[in-house]
């Protein structure tokens, strides 16, 4: 069964930063400058966030831009409650997507900031297919890429493929063996944060793509029954995941981040984990950024 194909990514999500109409978590910085509350799952605070604030303050706009960091797991659940009691931030990270849609009464159209800020013919300066997602159906631009992401990776630590002997799988079978060998010397199999949507959704949609991506998508669109047998077969192939062992035990109950992450890249204990990558965070096609 040469169906579920390892490193290969089908989807493409885009992450915005949207800018949030009337936000009242802006408060006054210690420098006595106003401050604009950013609130997303996605940059993290560090070297390339710092990179960016440095550009900001270099302009001197005498506005304090804060970065609240929120669990991707988190983020939407509270936002919403933000929102509505009217604790909402000033900007916030979104996914095209549902996500938009749901969130587009509360945020501005940035066209006109945009247009004064780069000229009409600014859409030039950005990656012609983030910005057709971004903007969508929804006939305005409610926000600007932050980045792109490729979804449905298996990452590996070749560390424990090179203590074992073994090779990176490249099909359902060998995938099988490798978790087998690894449970087999006490270790952890495939991670998998479950409880999260996302990354159930990134996994399915890859395997469902390499099965057969036109009916999955046209089931997707109604025009054919989910129960099609390629659907069906994909289907199988995702619970043999969680019923063969290959993902860890109690994979249901633990999130992405930073549950089975955290084992990873930090504590380095779990020799593979699924994920995707952010690799198109350039955002504009010459690479600046774009700050308001």
Known sequence: MKR???????????????????????????????????RTWNPFLGEAW??????????????????LQVAFSDHF???????????????????VGAPLVEFREFLLDVTPRAIQTWGSNWESQWFTPLMDMTRGRLGAYYGLPLGAQYAGHIW???????????????????????????????????????????????????????????????????LVPFTHPDIVEALTIWRNLFDLGIFQDGALGVNMYSDTTSLFQTEQIAPMITNGAWVVNGIDTFGRGAVF
Do not use: C
């Open 156 to 222: 590996a630590n070749m560390y424990f493929f090179d203590r074992y002997n073994l090779q990176l799988p490249r099909n359902f079978n060998e995938l099988l063996e490798v978790t087998r060998v690894l449970r087999s010397h006490g270790e952890l199999p495939l991670m998998i944060g479950a409880r999260d949507d996302w990354i159930n959704l990134d996994m399915f949609i890859n395997i469902a793509s390499d099965v057969n991506g036109q009916a999955f998508f046209d089931a997707v669109e109604g």
């Open 77 to 95: 659940p509270s936002l919403r409650v933000n929102i509505a009691s009217g604790e909402g931030p000033d900007m916030m990270g979104l996914q």
């Open 4 to 38: 579920f194909i390892i490193l290969v990514s089908l989807m493409l999500i885009v992450g915005t930063s949207l800018v949030f109409a009337g936000g009242s978590q802006s408060r006054t910085a210690q420098d006595g400058r106003a401050n604009l509350v950013f």
């Open 50 to 67: 710092d990179e960016v604030m440095a550009l900001w303050e270099a302009k001197n706009t005498g506005i304090n831009v804060e970065l």
